[in-house]
């Protein structure tokens, strides 16, 4: 039976640093690839949102071969992700009904890290997705978005819940760590997130309740598995 999936995605083409440069980005091709790919495969529905309604930007360094098995797996990421006629007419994150969907997707990207770590709408809209026992997915630095969801207490809605986010190790060794103006892993153990680091840049998902989180790149399909697994539950 064919379910809706919402894909939540950041409306950011660039990432502020601490010096003020914006550095170029937006999300990771494969984390909307491989998951779009594999709900699509099995016959479901995928609706993207974004904050205000924009059409995602797509960072240029994950198209690279180098990042996608070579030039052939960098060409198959691209026409894929331009065949993908949802990305090209988001809704706005705003307007949303969470009870229209089955399941919600967040890919990650370092967009996530300049608006929906702080965006209301995105936050509030977490909070009820976890709430509702509904499948919600997160990868990467998707799960950046998850320092805006505030329970009614004030603390984070997801305190206390076990996760698979981009590490501080990661992110020291994609060369950004002395230069982001605060670093993923160390904000969502302040925010009282149990982060389950595994090897830098090896595939690892964690599962804890209705919550699927990956932590790279490679944890995106395996988290796509996980999350179908849930929906045929």
């Not at 709900?39 to 990042?67: N, R, Y």
Request: glycine residues 10%.
């Amino acid at each position: 039976m064919s379910k809706k999936i919402l894909f939540v995605m950041t409306g950011a083409d660039h990432w502020t640093l601490a010096d003020g440069t914006r550095h170029p980005s937006g999300y990771w091709a494969e984390e909307a690839a491989a998951p779009y790919e594999a709900f699509k495969g099995a016959g479901h529905a995928v609706t993207v949102a974004t904050p205000g309604g924009v059409v995602p930007t797509v960072d240029a360094a994950s198209l690279a071969p180098e990042v996608n098995g070579g030039e052939a797996g960098s060409r198959r990421v691209a026409e894929l992700l331009a065949s993908a006629e949802e990305l090209k007419s988001p809704i706005a994150l705003e307007d949303v009904r969470l009870d229209e969907y089955d399941a919600v997707y967040y890919p990650g990207g370092h967009g996530p890290m300049e608006d929906l770590a702080v965006d209301a709408d995105s936050g509030r809209l977490l909070v009820r997705a976890l709430r509702s026992g509904k499948p919600l997915g997160v990868v990467c630095h998707g799960p950046a978005a998850l320092l805006a969801a505030v329970a009614e207490d004030g603390g984070n809605a997801f305190a206390g819940y076990r996760v698979a986010a981009f590490t501080n190790e990661e992110e020291a060794q994609a060369g950004f760590a002395d230069k982001a103006k605060w670093l993923l892993e160390n904000r969502l153990v302040e925010a009282g997130v149990e982060v389950r680091a595994g090897a830098a840049w090896a595939p690892k998902v964690v599962v804890d309740r209705n919550l699927v989180t990956g932590q790279n790149p490679a944890s995106a399909a395996p988290l796509a598995v996980e999350l179908l697994k849930k929906l045929s539950a």
